[in-house]
Nanobody, 123 residues
């Protein structure tokens, strides 16, 4: 069983920055692809970014150039640095782990999920 715990959410004004962290429990963290998703009120959960087991990156078009995903396998942690935040980035952000280790934009491919952390961007 993989446990994921997000942190770093909060409230920020438009144009500001936040760094989200997701700490994972297993020693085999390095084999998982790690993704970030978000869900705004009344909307479906959507893909934000993913980093594969080999370090490959994929971003949603809406965050490309503003968000950066990275991982530290020694700390079993994945990060999401969010710059130039916009009000439309407001959502609950979730990290997720995919045992296949590859890229995926689909929520169905992910095996484990964190509890989420709220990000609120005011104009």
């Amino acid at each position: 069983q993989v446990q994921l715990v997000e942190s770093g959410g909060g409230s920020v004004q438009a144009g500001g920055s936040l760094r989200l962290s997701c700490a994972a429990s297993p020693r085999t963290f390095s084999i998982y692809a790690m993704g970030w998703f978000r869900q705004a009120p009344g909307k479906e959960r959507e893909f934000v970014a993913v980093i594969s087991r080999s370090g490959g990156l994929l971003y949603a078009d809406s965050v490309k150039g503003r968000f950066t995903i990275s991982r530290d396998n020694a700390k079993n942690t994945v990060y999401l640095i969010m710059n130039s935040l916009k009000p439309e980035d407001t959502a609950v952000y979730y990290c997720a782990a995919d045992r296949s280790g590859s890229y995926s934009r689909s929520t169905y491919e992910y095996d484990y999920w964190g509890q989420g952390t709220q990000v609120t961007v005011s104009s």
